[in-house]
């Protein structure tokens, strides 16, 4: 038997093995996009949002940057102290929500029951604590014009209420309240910011 076919075969096999498979893009990085400013990048997902935190020491304290809406990829942290270390963290986070309430229009009963009571300027939101388990709960706007809702407030857990300023452009906007539950944590990953020009 002539050995030939079974060297082709071979040859295949080991062409197909060293096929290089895609590369998942990182889970989380940050980059240095001047000596002060770091951005920070996130594939997308099914999340409701993400919220990022950053710490001078990877120990912490953490402090919280912002909570952003789904399907945001990345975040700028501007304007930062020269030749300091930065640590970042991103958190995806998800909950059932609330109907969606205007200030001073009745809402259906539902798993958080949003009330909302407009005084001037001020917006005061009362709702039912009925989660046993929420890590806080997330207030969310759409303003007038935009497609979706975007946090603005989140507070402790066992929370009923909260005040709000609204600004110029948000009259006649459209709030929900989340109660939060959180994934799991990113990686921690770093920059040190470099001299100031």
Not at 68 to 96: K, M, N, V, W
Not at 167 to 196: D, F, I, M
């Amino acid at each position: 038997m002539s050995a030939k076919p079974l060297v082709l075969v071979a040859l295949l096999a080991a062409g197909c093995a060293a096929t290089p498979s895609p590369a998942s893009p990182p889970p989380f990085t940050a980059t240095l996009t001047s000596p002060t400013d770091v951005v920070l990048s996130w594939p997308d997902d099914d999340a409701a949002g993400h919220r990022v935190e950053y710490a001078n020491d990877p120990a912490g304290p953490w402090t919280t940057l912002q909570f952003l809406p789904p399907h945001a990829t990345s975040y700028h942290h501007p304007d930062l102290i020269p030749e300091t270390p930065f640590y970042y963290r991103e958190q995806p986070f998800s909950g059932p929500v609330s109907a969606e309430t205007t200030a001073g229009a009745p809402t259906a009963t539902d798993a958080t029951a949003l009330h909302a009571v407009a005084d001037g300027d001020t917006v005061t939101f009362t709702w039912a604590d009925r989660s046993a388990d929420e890590a806080g709960f997330l207030l969310e706007i759409r303003r007038p014009g935009e497609p979706g809702f975007s946090p603005i407030e989140v507070t402790d857990p066992d929370t009923t209420t909260c005040a709000l300023s609204t600004l110029p452009g948000e009259q006649g906007s459209a709030y929900r309240l989340r109660a939060l539950h959180y994934g799991p944590l990113s990686p921690v990953v770093h920059q040190t910011t470099g001299k100031q020009r």
